[in-house]
Antibody, heavy 120, light 114 residues
Framework: QVQLQASGPGLVKPSQTLSLTCTVS??????????WSWIRQPAGKGLEWIGR???????SYNPSLKSRVTISVDTSKNQFSLKLSSVTAADTAVYYC????????????WGQGALVTVSS | DIVMTQSPDSLAVSLGERVTINCKSS????????????LTWYQQKPGQPPKVLIY???TRESGVPDRFSGSGSGTDFTLTISSLQAEDVAVYYC???????????FGQGTKLEI
């Protein structure tokens, strides 16, 4: 069973950059049969896919966030990371990291989520 | 952009009753890579991440009780719980995947209560 754990600052000031890291265990970010994604969920609201990365470093982003998002992978540490720039209060959410096993575009393993609050 | 619309937004059902949740896509959800419907159902309980129940519209994930089933094709899909159990109280989401360019789109969720 693949386990994922998101970590990073829980409080970010407006206009700054949100940074989170997802550590993978029981699986490998070097896997050629997985995509690694970030998904967020504001309190009491629905789920929004942010973007994904493949072991090669190839990325895809949600067009609504693309101009502010960077996802990277460090296979030596078995981690992948999210940077979201120029944040506002609207970016306050629980941020999940998750794995797509490349079987049909779904997420079979999720981290517990990291709450990030944007506030001065 | 593909829009996934679930109905109802919420429902209250008695234990043992049958539950039906609908998901409608604004476009076909057929995956070009494998000719299957790329439609997934998740269950999310409070304070937890979503858990996959059904993928490819009707394939039950390993370990998911068989009271959960998925059906539908094209643009209209249904999640059915044959006999509601107390532990099924949750929010249920449908999700579509489009491969070119990659995009994962969730429905707005259906809150199921007893």
């Amino acid at each position: 069973q693949v386990q994922l754990q998101a970590s990073g600052p829980g409080l970010v000031k407006p206009s700054q950059t949100l940074s989170l890291t997802c550590t993978v265990s029981g699986g490998s970010t070097s896997s050629t049969s997985s995509y690694w994604s970030w998904i967020r969920q504001p309190a009491g609201k629905g789920l929004e896919w942010i973007g994904r990365i493949y072991t090669s470093g190839s990325t895809s982003y949600n067009p609504s966030l693309k101009s502010r998002v960077t996802i990277s992978v460090d296979t030596s540490k078995n981690q992948f990371s999210l940077k979201l720039s120029s944040v506002t209060a609207a970016d306050t959410a629980v941020y999940y990291c998750a794995r797509d096993p490349m079987k049909g575009g779904y997420f079979d393993n999720w981290g517990q989520g990291a709450l990030v609050t944007v506030s001065s | 952009d593909i829009v996934m619309t679930q109905s109802p937004d919420s429902l209250a059902v008695s234990l043992g009753e049958r539950v039906t949740i609908n998901c409608k896509s604004s476009q076909s959800v057929l995956c070009s890579s494998n000719n299957k419907d790329c439609l997934t159902w998740y269950q999310q309980k409070p304070g937890q991440p979503p858990k996959v129940l059904i993928y490819w519209a009707s394939t039950r994930e390993s370990g998911v009780p068989d009271r959960f089933s998925g059906s539908g094709s094209g643009t209209d899909f249904t999640l059915t719980i044959s006999s509601l159990q107390a532990e099924d109280v949750a929010v249920y989401y449908c999700q579509h995947y489009y491969g070119t360019p990659p995009m994962y789109t969730f429905g707005q969720g259906t809150k199921l209560e007893i």
